[in-house]
Each structure stands twice: as structure tokens, then as C-alpha cells.
């Protein structure tokens, strides 16, 4: 069973510039969720999606960052202006229904972005 | 032993000892634990669960251990190997949420 799918892996860019993040969740898994996860740090959840519906976005900080996954499938995750302190490794989750919350999450391995 | 290093708590033992990590957890309302492992360019992987209704657990080498009493998770891995040279998270939710919450990690270190 193929894995939590993201790319790129890596990417460099200079602040102000966007940057995009895309997320291929563990075929059949309903959930997905968007993480930061800075150095030496545990993930930091940004949002959480059931089906297509973004269904917890509380500590997504709106102004820059922006989260889609139309088709209820895949999901793409944007900075618009990249800052600084955004570099950090974005992690992409996913788990599938059942008895509520007692579901493992499955990690991705990450886009680790730095904004020089 | 243990030391605080510059970002990460490190664990160094011995290819073949016991291992013991502990997390301290802040609210006491979270109904459910998790450990996970992330090996350097890999995203966490989960190791074991525990709910708290239960205070041990035990899985393949490993055993997680809960005191609800004083907000304390522990993961002991025994017979530890150089595989399981990784960064070690505590994550607790709360009851009724989906949200985890994950403790600061330690980096456990196995010598040869």
C-alpha cells in the first residue's frame, strides 16, 4: 500500500514569493491534515479536512496561507507572501473513518521549505 | 544518560540496553496518547497507543506506560537497537477532539 505522497520535498525560495505544497493521501482515507513542524519541535497542526470540507482551520493563519482539496482527494497547501519565519518542514496526514479519533494518522515525509 | 541539548532532550544507551523516554503531558482532560518515531527526513511514524482508561500497554519491544495521576507518559523500548536511533514525540488529545497535540520530542541516540 503506497504511503502519504508530497511534494516537492525540498524547496528554497526568497521571502515574498509564493510557494505551494501538494498532498496525495493514502488511497481511501477520508481525512487529511496539514502540519508545521519546525525544528527540534513536534507537528503543529494548520488544518484538517473530512472529504473536501475543511473542517478545523482554527490555527491556520489566513492572511498568507490557504488550503484546498476540491475533489475530496489530494490537497495543495499555499503560502502567499512567504515570510522568514515560515521555513519549517510542512507535513501532510491522513487517516481514515471509524470509531471517532481512535484512528492513526499516517505521516507523509514532508516538504521542507526554506525562505532565505 | 540523559542531558538537555540545544533543541532536543538526548537519550545515549547502549546497543542492547533498555530504553526509557518520558513525556509530561498538560491536560487533564486528554482521553487518548500516542508515540510516534521520526527518523531524520521522514515524517512521524506511529509506534504505539494507549487510552486512558488503560495505564500499560504492550506492544513488539515496546511498552508505553500511563499515570494519569501525575500527568506522565513513558515509552520504554527494550533490547534497544541502532534502528531505533530516532526523534521520539509524545502526542495527547483530548476527549472528544481530533486534535493531537505533541510534546517536545527526544532524540534517542543507540551506541554500537
Known amino acids: 500500500e503506497a504511503g502519504v505522497v508530497q511534494s516537492p520535498r525540498y524547496k528554497i525560495i526568497e521571502k515574498k514569493q509564493p510557494v505551494a505544497f501538494w498532498c496525495n493521501p493514502i488511497?481511501?482515507?477520508?481525512?487529511l491534515y496539514w502540519y508545521l513542524q519546525n525544528l527540534g519541535q513536534g507537528p503543529e497542526l494548520l488544518i484538517r479536512?473530512?472529504?473536501?470540507?475543511?473542517?478545523?482551520d482554527s490555527q491556520l493563519p489566513k492572511d498568507r496561507f490557504s488550503a484546498e482539496r476540491l475533489k475530496g482527494v489530494d490537497s495543495t497547501l499555499k503560502i502567499q507572501p512567504a515570510e522568514l519565519g515560515d521555513s519549517a518542514v510542512y507535513l501532510c496526514?491522513?487517516?481514515?473513518?471509524?470509531?471517532?479519533?481512535?484512528?492513526?494518522?499516517?505521516f507523509g515525509p514532508g516538504t521542507r521549505l526554506t525562505v532565505l | 544518560g540523559e542531558s538537555v541539548g540545544l533543541h532536543l532532550p538526548t537519550l545515549s544507551v547502549q546497543e542492547g540496553d533498555n530504553s526509557i523516554i518520558n513525556c509530561a503531558y498538560s491536560?487533564?482532560?486528554?482521553?487518548?496518547f500516542i508515540w510516534y518515531k521520526q527518523e531524520s527526513g521522514k515524517g512521524p511514524q506511529f509506534i504505539i497507543d494507549?487510552?486512558?482508561?488503560?495505564d500499560k500497554r504492550q506492544g513488539q519491544r515496546v511498552t508505553v506506560l500511563l499515570n494519569k495521576t501525575v500527568k506522565h507518559l513513558s515509552l520504554q523500548i527494550a533490547a534497544t537497537q541502532p534502528g531505533d536511533s530516532a526523534v521520539y514525540f509524545c502526542?495527547?488529545?483530548?476527549?472528544?477532539?481530533?486534535?493531537?497535540?505533541f510534546g517536545k520530542g527526544t532524540k534517542l541516540s543507540v551506541i554500537p
Open positions: 496526514a491522513s487517516s481514515s473513518g471509524g470509531e471517532r479519533g481512535y484512528n492513526e494518522q499516517f
Open positions: 488511497s481511501g482515507h477520508n481525512t
Open positions: 479536512y473530512e472529504n473536501e470540507e475543511a473542517v478545523d
Open positions: 491536560n487533564s482532560a486528554s482521553d487518548y
Open positions: 494507549i487510552r486512558s482508561n488503560m
Open positions: 502526542a495527547e488529545r483530548g476527549a472528544g477532539s481530533y486534535q493531537l497535540t
